[in-house]
């Protein structure tokens, strides 16, 4: 198995610019969560999927930003417009069931705004 | 809303020894606790998976433990190696369908 696959690993954009990030999760897996992780923040849930459906956005900072799952194999968060303190690196993982069972991360989408 | 914290924030020790790393959580009311391991520009590798029925868990050479009474966990590595060093992540995950909650993590860094 690829493992959850993330694009572009990296994205440099200048401020007011729409940013599009993706996720393939793994295939079987129910569970799609994506994370922001910041040097001063740490790692934080933003929203997660079961079953492409959005259980929990309560993390999304602004309404600038938005996910979609529009189907099992596929998912974006998109910044519209982007910021400089959205600048970070964004992490998707998936899990078999619920948050019950391990997650499995990809390798992140550094993230620069100008 | 659960806070995760984990001490120290960073550790540097030579190569051999046995370690623990802390981590402490406020909320009792967990689903599982994970430990994640991060190398620099990298993804999150999990190391081990503790539900909340157990007390630990072990895979080679690292040992978790888990006491939601006192909300804490630790991570033991045994006879360390300059390929441990890395930063070392506790996760809290809830009930239900959660997502998980992290802590800062440790840096820790093995010297050959």
């Known amino acids: 198995d690829a493992g959850v696959i993330q694009s572009p690993r990296h994205e440099v954009t200048e401020m007011g610019q729409e940013v599009t990030l993706r996720c393939k999760p793994i295939?079987?897996?129910?569970?799609l969560f994506w994370y922001r992780q910041t040097m001063m923040r740490g790692l934080e849930l933003l929203i997660y999927f079961n079953n492409n459906v959005p259980i929990d956005d309560s993390g999304m900072p602004e309404d600038r930003f938005s996910a979609k799952m529009p189907n099992a194999s596929f998912s974006t968060l998109k910044i519209q417009p982007s910021e400089p303190r959205d600048s970070a690196v964004y992490f998707c993982?998936?899990?078999?069931?619920?948050?019950?069972?391990?997650?499995?991360f990809g390798a992140g989408t550094r993230l620069s705004v100008l | 809303k659960q806070e995760v914290t984990q001490i120290p924030a960073a550790l540097s020790v030579p190569e051999g020894e046995n370690l623990v790393l802390n981590c402490s959580f406020t909320?009792?009311?967990?689903?599982?606790l994970q430990w994640f391991r991060q190398d620099p520009g990298k993804g999150l590798t999990s190391l081990l998976l503790i539900q909340s029925s157990q007390r630990e868990q072990t895979s080679g050479r690292l040992n978790a433990s888990l006491d939601k009474s006192s909300g804490r966990s630790t991570l033991y590595i045994a006879a360390s190696q300059p390929g441990d060093s890395a930063t070392y992540l506790c996760a809290i995950g809830g009930g239900g369908a959660d997502g998980l909650t992290f802590g800062k993590g440790t840096h820790l860094i093995i010297q050959p």
């Open positions: 993982a998936s899990s078999p069931r619920t948050g019950k069972n391990i997650q499995y």
């Open positions: 909320d009792s009311a967990i689903y599982n």
């Open positions: 295939s079987g897996h129910n569970s």
